[in-house]
Every structure is written in structure tokens, then in C-alpha cells.
């Protein structure tokens, strides 16, 4: 991705701090690492792709893009290859070497059929490399439909056709709790400055959430700390899929 191109990003969530959003934090490390190992000039499909924020880690590969470009009408999405559903995508056949999907199945109204398309524009041996969410409170609303468990991603993967699947959990419960402490925060009222409007209580109530921020903060650290004691990975944030065809 070129300069221009990262200057237009309105969400570039690949630059989100660690704390700030724990889940993302999983997501973006995994990516990175698919893109450490694919080989130079490997053909790669970003499914719900967004507005790209990672082509810039796919320099090395020919990367297209595909997106139905409703989730977020803040979002830039005129860097996409291809505008369309996923259950209907307008590529041939055995296509591609690899497809990459973060956080993108729990939007998709039809992610059996999703996941069958993805599966056809695959080459033969081509990996998708996919993530899904297990619990997340809502976003993209309207366009947000389920959650899954790693049984529900398996039987939907092998029903689309593949053979190879390998699901891991980003994390335990303890960075599920570190994950979801943060939305206490957003309970507490605004001051309203920034929108031209003032509320009275978002002020009193200003140095309390000042110190329950640093509490969460100091909660999380722990917390992070504490998942290396959780090794069945059932209560995670959400999951890591490779899946061969």
C-alpha cells in the first residue's frame, strides 16, 4: 500500500495498541504472520477486505481485494478489485493460491455459502486462512449476524469442502476478560465537547472514570499475564482457522 493509499484509511486497525483492542491485537499478529510465510508472487484473495489496511503486508504477493462495501460508511473502499457478496463472487474457478478472511463470517448473512465460494476460487492445495470471532459485542450494525464456536467453524469448513483444518483460540478467558473490560468505560457519560453539546454528569463524573480507565489498564496487564495458566483455549475471544482445499 502506498502512502496515498494508507493516508485515505479512516480505520486503519492494524495500528491499534495492544490494550485499546486485545482482539484486533490477535487478529493483526496473525495476519502478519501468513504474510511472513507466503512465498513471493503468491496470488492472495482478501475476503471482506475492507478498506485493505493489510495489503501492505502482501507487498511481496499479487493481492486483490473483494468487499460488498456496506459494513462502515466511514470506511474508503475504492482501493477494492472487486465489489461483491461472498456467497457470489465474480471469480473464476481455482484461481487463487491463498484467501484471507479476518473477522469477516460473523457479517455474512449466508457463511455457508460464503465459505463454499471461497473454497471454489481456491487452487487445489490453496490455504484460507480465516478468522471468527466467538464473543464481541455488536458492530457494523445492521450487518452483524452470529458467533461461533471452533465446532460450528469446522462442521461449516468441512460442508464447504475442506479436507485440512487446523482451529486455534486467540487467546484464553483471561484475554477475553481483558478484552471485553474496556467496554466499562463506555458506560460512563460523555462530557459532549467534541459533538457541540455539554452534559453536566460526563463532567462530575470525569475523575471516576479517569481512575476506573487506569484500573482496566492495570486489570488487563494481569489478566494478559495470568491466560499463559489457561491451556484448554474453550472460553477464547475468538478463533484462528487454516483450512486447505
Given at each position: 500500500m502506498n502512502e496515498e493509499q494508507s493516508n485515505?484509511?479512516?480505520?486503519?486497525?492494524?495500528?491499534?495498541?495492544k490494550l485499546k483492542d486485545i482482539g484486533r491485537y490477535y487478529v493483526n499478529n496473525f495476519v502478519k504472520d501468513v504474510a511472513a510465510k507466503l512465498p513471493e508472487g503468491f496470488l492472495i484473495l482478501d475476503a471482506g477486505a475492507g478498506e485493505c489496511a493489510y495489503k501492505k503486508y502482501f507487498s511481496h504477493c499479487q493481492y486483490k481485494s473483494v468487499d460488498l462495501a456496506v459494513g462502515d460508511d466511514k470506511w474508503c473502499y475504492q482501493h477494492l478489485d472487486y465489489i461483491a457478496p461472498l456467497d457470489d463472487l465474480p471469480i473464476d474457478d481455482n484461481v487463487f493460491d491463498a484467501v484471507l478472511s479476518t473477522q469477516v463470517l460473523e457479517h455474512l448473512s449466508k457463511p455457508q455459502e460464503s465459505l463454499c465460494e471461497l473454497y471454489r476460487v481456491l487452487k487445489k492445495n490453496g490455504t484460507l486462512y480465516l478468522t471468527a470471532p466467538m464473543a464481541q459485542a455488536e458492530h457494523q450494525i445492521p450487518y452483524d449476524f452470529f458467533r461461533y464456536t471452533s465446532y460450528g467453524l469446522k462442521h461449516l469448513l468441512m460442508t464447504a469442502g475442506f479436507s485440512s483444518i487446523d482451529v486455534k483460540p486467540m487467546g484464553g478467558c483471561f484475554v477475553r476478560w481483558a478484552y471485553e473490560l474496556p467496554s466499562v468505560i463506555n458506560l460512563f457519560p460523555r462530557i459532549g465537547y467534541t459533538k457541540g453539546e455539554f452534559?453536566?454528569?460526563?463532567?462530575?463524573?470525569?475523575?471516576?472514570?479517569?481512575?476506573?480507565?487506569?484500573l482496566v489498564i492495570l486489570l488487563q496487564i494481569i489478566l494478559i499475564y495470568l491466560d499463559r495458566f489457561?491451556?484448554?483455549?474453550?472460553?477464547?475471544?475468538?478463533?484462528?482457522?487454516?483450512?486447505?482445499?
Amino acid at each position: 500500500m502506498n502512502e496515498e493509499q494508507s493516508n485515505q484509511l479512516t480505520d486503519d486497525f492494524s495500528k491499534i495498541p495492544k490494550l485499546k483492542d486485545i482482539g484486533r491485537y490477535y487478529v493483526n499478529n496473525f495476519v502478519k504472520d501468513v504474510a511472513a510465510k507466503l512465498p513471493e508472487g503468491f496470488l492472495i484473495l482478501d475476503a471482506g477486505a475492507g478498506e485493505c489496511a493489510y495489503k501492505k503486508y502482501f507487498s511481496h504477493c499479487q493481492y486483490k481485494s473483494v468487499d460488498l462495501a456496506v459494513g462502515d460508511d466511514k470506511w474508503c473502499y475504492q482501493h477494492l478489485d472487486y465489489i461483491a457478496p461472498l456467497d457470489d463472487l465474480p471469480i473464476d474457478d481455482n484461481v487463487f493460491d491463498a484467501v484471507l478472511s479476518t473477522q469477516v463470517l460473523e457479517h455474512l448473512s449466508k457463511p455457508q455459502e460464503s465459505l463454499c465460494e471461497l473454497y471454489r476460487v481456491l487452487k487445489k492445495n490453496g490455504t484460507l486462512y480465516l478468522t471468527a470471532p466467538m464473543a464481541q459485542a455488536e458492530h457494523q450494525i445492521p450487518y452483524d449476524f452470529f458467533r461461533y464456536t471452533s465446532y460450528g467453524l469446522k462442521h461449516l469448513l468441512m460442508t464447504a469442502g475442506f479436507s485440512s483444518i487446523d482451529v486455534k483460540p486467540m487467546g484464553g478467558c483471561f484475554v477475553r476478560w481483558a478484552y471485553e473490560l474496556p467496554s466499562v468505560i463506555n458506560l460512563f457519560p460523555r462530557i459532549g465537547y467534541t459533538k457541540g453539546e455539554f452534559n453536566l454528569n460526563g463532567l462530575l463524573l470525569m475523575p471516576l472514570r479517569r481512575m476506573v480507565s487506569a484500573l482496566v489498564i492495570l486489570l488487563q496487564i494481569i489478566l494478559i499475564y495470568l491466560d499463559r495458566f489457561d491451556d484448554t483455549g474453550k472460553d477464547t475471544w475468538g478463533w484462528q482457522v487454516i483450512a486447505i482445499k
